[in-house]
């Protein structure tokens, strides 16, 4: 794929996650079950899938925290660490992804950026974002650009 060329997708695993339908609609999902399950990744089978370098430094963050904190066994974190890396996801950082995800935090009133950031990929590759976190669904509901798993 060319740096021009539009993915069909865009993921954040322990975050968002993107996908297509092959009519040059763009989508996006957010959720960890992608890294829970060994099948996590095959739900997206035939969807080129892209996302920001944010997603695997906060991917590998949590999962680590998790096992640090005893809610999953370490051997479980290092699985679900493999399947992340092994993920058929192409990291992309566009240029202007930062100030886009700046804009977009400014919009909507947030502090933070990181969820920006999925945000502005989303709409800078046209995509939709996909999420099961219903704080984020709330919050960029007035955008457009989000739907729910169920809804792909």
Partial sequence: MTENQRPTGLLRCIGRVAAADGHARRRCVRGSAACHTPIGFANLRGHELVAPQLMLVEASSVLHEMA?????????????????????????????????????????????????????????????????????????????????????
């Fill in 68 to 152: 640090w904190r005893e809610e999953i066994t370490k051997p479980r974190a290092e699985i679900m660490l493999d399947r992340l890396l092994k993920a058929p996801v192409k990291v992309r950082m566009p240029s202007g992804l930062i100030r886009a995800a700046w804009r977009v935090a400014d919009e909507l009133g947030w502090a933070k950026t990181y969820d920006a950031q999925y945000v502005a990929l989303a709409r800078m590759l046209d995509c939709r974002l996909v999420s099961v976190d219903e704080r984020l669904l709330r919050g960029v509901a007035r955008l457009g650009v989000a739907v729910r798993p169920r809804e792909l």
